[in-house]
């Protein structure tokens, strides 16, 4: 029997030691597998959603140049008004740029001015005034050269073009598809 004792304090201390090994080793461990499994899948959700993102923050950059040419026909139609057509269109164009540019800012380049006279430059509005009509030609384009608006004005009327943003998004997957269909 005493050596039953002894075999049983034995196991018994091999238990004890064995249930503290275990209590020591995480059973929650992260791995470095795991670890370059979790940065793959965070690095292919980003791949996958950038393009989207991208797309919608030009389209958010074109948004607000439309946004300019409104305020400046806008502003152009009540200054012809108020003037009753005194004012010339080159001084209510210098008026105006000057005026907007203060307040106004140019979505792709923040060094740029927002609205130009007859000058063109990335996400400008451009401003050009004929005298001889008394009439002002607003246009702005984007990035790649692409009419976003454009609006004449010749008061009493005004003649207004506008694109649909999610049109610029078209063209790119059809070159995309072409570009598949000849592979």
């Given at each position: 029997?005493?050596?039953?004792?002894g075999s049983n304090?034995?196991?018994?201390?091999?238990?004890?030691?064995?249930d503290?090994q275990?209590?020591?080793e995480?059973?929650?461990k992260i791995?470095?597998?795991?670890?370059?499994v979790?940065?793959?899948?965070?690095?292919?959700v980003a791949l996958?959603v950038s393009p989207?993102?991208?797309i919608?923050?030009e389209n958010?950059?074109?948004?607000?140049?439309?946004?300019?040419?409104?305020?400046f026909a806008s502003?152009?139609?009540?200054?012809?008004?108020?003037?009753?057509q005194?004012l010339?269109a080159?001084?209510i164009?210098?008026?105006?740029v000057?005026e907007l540019?203060?307040?106004?800012k140019?979505?792709?380049?923040?060094?740029l001015?927002?609205?130009?006279?007859n000058?063109k430059?990335n996400?400008?509005v451009?401003?050009t005034?004929?005298?001889?009509?008394n009439?002002?030609?607003?246009?702005?384009?984007?990035v790649d050269n692409?009419?976003?608006?454009r609006?004449?004005?010749?008061p009493?009327?005004?003649?207004?073009?506008?694109r649909?943003?999610?049109?610029l998004e078209?063209?790119?997957?059809?070159q995309?598809?072409d570009?598949e269909n000849?592979?």
């Open positions: 029997m005493e050596q039953n004792n304090e034995n196991n018994l201390e091999n238990n004890l030691k064995q503290t275990k209590k020591n995480n059973p929650n791995t470095v597998f795991e670890i370059f979790a940065i793959l899948l965070v690095i292919c996958y989207n993102f991208l919608k923050l958010r950059k074109n948004a607000q140049i439309q946004t300019n040419v409104s305020i502003k152009a139609l009540s200054e012809f008004s108020l003037t009753n005194k010339k080159t001084a164009s210098k008026k105006l000057e540019n203060a307040v106004n140019n979505p792709y380049n923040k060094k001015p927002a609205y130009t006279i000058e430059c996400g400008c451009i401003i005034p004929d005298d001889k009509l009439s002002i030609t607003i246009e702005a384009f984007t692409i009419l976003l608006a609006t004449i004005l010749q009493p009327s005004f003649v207004t073009y506008t649909d943003l999610s049109e078209k063209p790119e997957k059809k995309k598809e570009k000849e592979e």
